[in-house]
């Protein structure tokens, strides 16, 4: 999982402890969608946190995505900010390899690929309703390489999944998928233009910028290689979202009230209107996505 490489508070900064929670996605099919994401990626249903019309999945108690029925909706494009991909993190390279071979084997999921990152190993499916999903494993951070200027170095080479598979799929863990555990790493979004979403997401919101190149921005807070990501591949140029299916709200957790409170400020001194119930704090990010941060 996600470690902060320190707990050294910095003035306008995320804490080093911030970390990602559930992706909610609005779906056209609530029956079919769970279904999928309980069979394809082997996540269980939390019953606590669902609803007649909201489905919340994930292993053990930690939820990775909600599912909102949102019916009437017309279909997410690629071309439109939104989501690019939920990437779901699991603590083992075995227990990466049973998720992918889950996901692979089920008949509604489409292969897009897989890279490794050098920080990290990672497969890519599309959902029935276009949603992306990466399925990754990090190395261990002390292996990590960084330039001169703190930042991480990260690619995208080709590695063979088959072979990834035959050394680290075993029966047990093929097995006991639901139970090994996961949780949303990073969400990867589409965004219209870099430059905004810098402003926006590290001067205002207060991460760290960790890499970029090709039209993306990787951006982390504690030293972790990217819990947000913004590219422009196929949305160079989109303004604000309208409502389709897909990306709900992305979600935040930070490890105190303060936090909340600091980030609340920050949020109005820059413009940003937001809607702080006392437990959650709401505002929408330049393309109109919902983001929420809660104490973890």
């Known amino acids: 999982m996600p470690t902060p490489s320190s707990t050294h508070r910095t003035p306008d900064l ?27 990626i082997a996540l269980e249903e939390i019953p606590a946190l669902g609803a007649p019309d909201r489905v ?16 009437g909706l017309p279909p997410t494009s690629r071309h439109q900010a939104g989501l690019f991909h939920t990437a779901v993190l ?64 990260m690619g995208s080479d080709w590695f063979d999944p088959q072979e990834f598979l035959r050394r680290n799929l075993t029966e047990g863990a093929m097995s006991g998928a639901a139970g090994q555990a996961a949780q949303v ?14 402003k926006f997401y590290v001067d205002t919101l207060g991460f760290e910028v960790m890499a970029t190149f090709h039209g993306a921005l990787f951006v982390a807070a504690g030293g972790y290689h990217h819990h947000m990501a913004m590219n422009t591949w196929n949305s160079a140029g989109a303004g604000p979202r309208a409502a389709t299916l897909g990306l709900g709200q992305v979600a935040l957790t930070v ?16 413009g940003v209107e937001v809607r702080d119930d006392g437990r959650t704090l709401r ?11 809660s104490v973890a």
């Open 283 to 293: 505002f929408d990010d330049p393309w109109s996505t919902l983001v929420e941060v």
């Open 56 to 71: 919340v999945l994930g292993r053990g108690s930690t939820p990775v995505v909600a599912l909102q029925h949102t019916p």
């Open 185 to 198: 790493g990073h969400v990867h979004l589409q965004v219209g233009d870099i430059p905004t979403a810098q």
């Open 90 to 153: 699991f603590d083992t390279e075995e227990a990466l390899a049973a998720a992918v071979a889950h996901a692979a084997q089920h008949p509604l999921s489409r292969f897009a690929g897989n890279a490794d990152h050098w920080v990290s190993r990672a497969f890519y499916f599309t959902d029935p309703e276009d949603n992306g999903i990466e399925l990754y494993w990090d190395r261990p951070r002390d292996t990590w390489q960084h330039d001169g200027g703190g930042r991480v170095s």
């Open 255 to 270: 490890p105190t009230r303060d936090e909340v409170g600091a980030l609340a400020d920050r949020l109005r001194h820059a």
């Open 14 to 40: 995320l804490a080093a402890e911030t970390a990602m929670g559930a992706v909610t996605l609005h779906v056209g099919d609530l029956g079919a969608m769970s279904a999928y994401y309980r069979e394809a």
